[in-house]
């Protein structure tokens, strides 16, 4: 059983649905939901949605992040941007625990149009479940962002 989190929701128009799904599924397993939207098939831009999932992340408003587009690219290209963000982009369990057990991602982001609705359901149990590893993979967080260093 997972803890209760907190965690930050963004999409744009190619992940809606399944942004939608995964908050409902987080809802139901007793965790807070930041949706930052967006809440419609419109056309917007992906970049603000990942913008403020990872503000609120690296701000500790939330402990967790989850973004989707269709691809999970462009999402993941934009949250890493941002200093105290590690985003991994998964497109199964092994990619999602990995991620968190190796590189202690603090965002994961989907592809919508790459993967189907019960496979993201999978990953983002595996993603919220698996503790980060430490040991090892420290030193090489350490020179990604050594401000933010386990250490």
Do not use: W
């Not at 917007?44 to 967790?64: I, K, T």
């Not at 595996?126 to 962002?145: C, M, Q, V, W």
């Amino acid at each position: 059983m997972t803890r209760s989190l907190i965690v930050a929701l963004g999409a744009d128009h190619g992940g809606v649905h399944l942004k939608n799904r995964l908050a409902t599924a987080l809802l139901e397993g007793a965790h807070q939901v930041l949706d930052f939207g967006t809440d419609g098939a419109a056309s917007v831009d992906y970049p603000d949605f990942a913008h403020a999932v990872c503000e609120a992340v690296a701000d500790s408003r939330a402990e967790l992040g989850i973004l989707v587009c269709g691809t999970g690219i462009g999402m993941s290209i934009a949250a890493n941007r941002h200093q105290a963000i590690r985003c991994g982009l998964a497109h199964d369990v092994t990619t999602a625990r990995l991620t968190r057990a190796h590189n202690d991602a603090n965002v994961l982001a989907l592809g919508a149009r790459i993967i189907g609705e019960e496979v993201a359901l999978d990953i983002l149990a595996a993603f919220l479940s698996t503790p980060y590893e430490g040991g090892r993979h420290d030193r090489r967080i350490a020179k990604l962002n050594p401000e933010f260093s386990h250490e």
